[in-house]
């Protein structure tokens, strides 16, 4: 089978909506559509027609193109059941551990909650490819607006779990500020120092940092490594639980 074929759309200020395209058949999805007009666009570009949404939670910047897109295509919304209400237009609800077949390809869900306590993250294990939304970022993680911090170390850490060679599609290009944060907290890493060259280097050229390796993420990503007991000692946290290590990293976030 071939694999899914992934177009980025940059919309708004530093959004990316996703377009994944089943080329055996033609299906074609986009992922927390924020706006309408440049995903129609895009398709027409490219011959699509749209046939689903995929939403991972309910914020206007992942939803804002919902019902437009539903009025021009005859498509299917696809969220998160523990957030139906929230999600506009929704069609089918998924769970976790599910698998939404999509045009002949299947999509794994994971329920995500800390950045919104609906959040859901879809894997297509057949293209090494995940779409995380607001949950897990280059460098970086949603905020924690409406679940715990324990929740949102555990969704982070169900996502570590997949594969290196996985590719993160998140929904927004925040790593340039993300790298200057993860230096403030792990600055004698050296992966990710080299990684922070390499990030102000494609910034600088206008080239989107999205999507990276989930392997990257492991050794550079400071949210995923509030487990590793160096990490925790050099922030003077050493044998502390790794839920209280991600929390003072969030909350050192929260005021960077
Ligand atoms: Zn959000
Ligand atoms: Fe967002």
């Not at 698998?99 to 800390?114: S, T």
Request: proline share 5%; hydrophobic share 40%.
């Amino acid at each position: 089978m071939v694999g899914l074929e992934i177009v980025q759309v940059p919309v708004l200020s530093d959004n990316y909506v996703y377009l994944v395209h089943a080329p055996e058949s033609g299906a074609t999805a986009v992922v927390d559509p924020a706006v309408s007009e440049p995903i129609i666009a895009e398709l027409a570009r490219r011959g699509w027609q749209l046939t689903h949404i995929l939403n991972t939670h309910h914020h206007g910047d992942h939803t804002g193109g919902n019902r437009k897109l539903k009025a021009a295509f005859d498509l299917t919304v696809v969220g998160a059941d523990n957030d139906a209400a929230r999600i506009p237009g929704i069609d089918v609800r998924v769970r976790d551990g599910q698998r939404y077949e999509f045009g002949g390809h299947q999509a794994q869900v994971f329920e995500v909650p800390g950045h919104t306590s609906g959040h859901i993250a879809y894997y297509f294990a057949d293209s090494d490819a995940l779409f995380c939304g607001d949950t897990l970022f280059a460098l970086g993680c949603g905020r924690v607006f409406e679940g715990t911090m324990t929740e949102m170390w555990t969704s982070l850490d169900t996502l570590r779990g997949l594969p290196d060679a996985t590719r993160v599609y998140c929904a927004h290009e925040y790593t340039q500020a993300n790298a200057k944060f993860a230096l403030s907290v792990d600055g004698t890493n050296q992966k990710l120092r080299r990684r922070a060259a390499e990030i102000d280097d494609l910034r600088a050229r206008g080239i989107p940092t999205v999507p990276s390796l989930l392997g990257t993420e492991k050794s550079t990503n400071p949210f995923l490594r509030a487990d590793d007991p160096a990490f925790a000692a050099a922030l003077g946290m050493a044998a502390a639980d790794p839920v209280a290590v991600f929390a003072e990293v969030r909350s050192r976030k929260d005021n960077f």
